[in-house]
């Protein structure tokens, strides 16, 4: 439970973080929620970190255009708190607060949670279901990668080495959709077994927008494409959360086997749009 030995380095800019890890040697530092425990159990063994936790300008939530933008290392319990994600983005609000316990959310931040992309991690259904994007900047480089494209793979992003996650742009919610995060948390970690992030807009008994983003059922989160398509075009409910995770590989292990967590998943869509529905005005 030692790590080995490294080199802590606490970089005043960005531009210097940048330069620090441009050559893809240096490990970026957050939270430390999820590096600190893999270096303890030497599954991550960096010669030196780079901490960008406390970076000027990396932090911070503001609104202008119809897009919240999150800084990277704003925490999960100010995504959670902040008055303008939950008058704007409330169903990221609300994701954030299922995320493990107040230490974790104190601490661990929303760029870590993004990069470290594990299966199992809450924002990921979220960010899906809002169509967030994320800025990705490096010495060279400053790119705009949709989240669809950003989650590859279990533990695996978009993210090319020397690059940072600089902002999540989230769209501003409709304050006529309603929105719901459903969440199977483990009993031991508090990760999700399942997820399920839902919006829904209405018109009248016809829904007229339906997104909805699972994680925690397979190696990466994704969008529930057909059931989507179902719900707007006036399937009812059951037909349509009916197929969550077809054609979407399962992740099985000794908590879950993979046929438990896709009835999981379906049963949490079916909670997550039925409340999302009756939030819609
Ligand atoms: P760090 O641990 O500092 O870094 C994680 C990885 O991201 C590292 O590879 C690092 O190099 C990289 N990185 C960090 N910031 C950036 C950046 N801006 N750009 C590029 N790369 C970067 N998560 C959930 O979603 N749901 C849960 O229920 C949950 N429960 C938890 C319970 C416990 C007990 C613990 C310890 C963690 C839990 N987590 C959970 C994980 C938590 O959300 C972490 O905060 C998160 O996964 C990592 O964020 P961090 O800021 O701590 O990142």
């Known amino acids: 439970m030692i790590p080995q030995e490294f080199e802590y380095t606490v970089p005043a800019t960005l ?67 902040s008055p303008i994600i939950l008058a704007k983005c409330p169903l990221l609000a609300e994701c954030a607060s299922h995320i ?14 993004a990069a470290h992309a594990d299966p199992a991690a809450d924002y990921p259904a979220a ?7 994320f800025r990705l900047v490096s010495a060279t480089s400053d ?22 996650i600089v902002e999540i742009q989230v769209p501003v919610e ?31 008994d016809r829904i007229t927008m339906a997104r909805i983003g699972v994680t925690g059922m397979g190696p990466r989160a994704f969008r529930a494409r057909e059931a989507e398509r179902l719900l707007e075009s006036g399937s009812d409910v059951a037909a349509a959360i009916a197929t969550v995770g077809n054609g979407e590989e399962v992740n099985s292990d000794l908590y879950a086997a993979g046929d438990y967590r896709r009835h999981l998943a379906r049963v949490y869509a079916g909670r997550a749009v039925t409340t999302a529905l009756s939030r819609a005005s």
């Not at 990396?58 to 925490?75: H, K, Y």
């Not at 304050?175 to 948390?185: F, I, L, M, N, T």
């Open 143 to 164: 790119r705009v990668v949709e989240a669809a494209d950003f989650f590859v793979d279990a533990f695996t992003t978009a993210l090319e080495p020397g690059e940072l």
């Open 174 to 204: 409709e304050a006529s959709e309603g929105p719901r995060y459903e969440k199977v948390a483990h009993p031991a970690s508090g990760f999700a077994v399942i997820g399920v992030a839902a919006r829904i807009k209405k018109s009248g």
């Open 100 to 113: 493990g316990d107040i230490q974790v959310r104190n601490v661990g931040t929303m760029g870590g949670s």
């Open 15 to 81: 531009q210097e973080a940048l330069t620090l890890v441009a050559d893809g040697e240096r490990k970026i530092l957050a939270g430390g929620m999820s590096l600190i425990p893999l270096m303890k159990l030497r599954l991550a063994a960096p010669s030196e970190v780079v901490d960008i936790a406390r970076v000027p300008g990396l932090g911070g939530i503001e609104e202008s255009g119809g897009v919240v933008r999150i800084g990277a290392t704003t925490t999960h319990h100010a995504v959670e708190s």
């Open 127 to 133: 960010l899906l279901a809002l169509d967030a994007k």
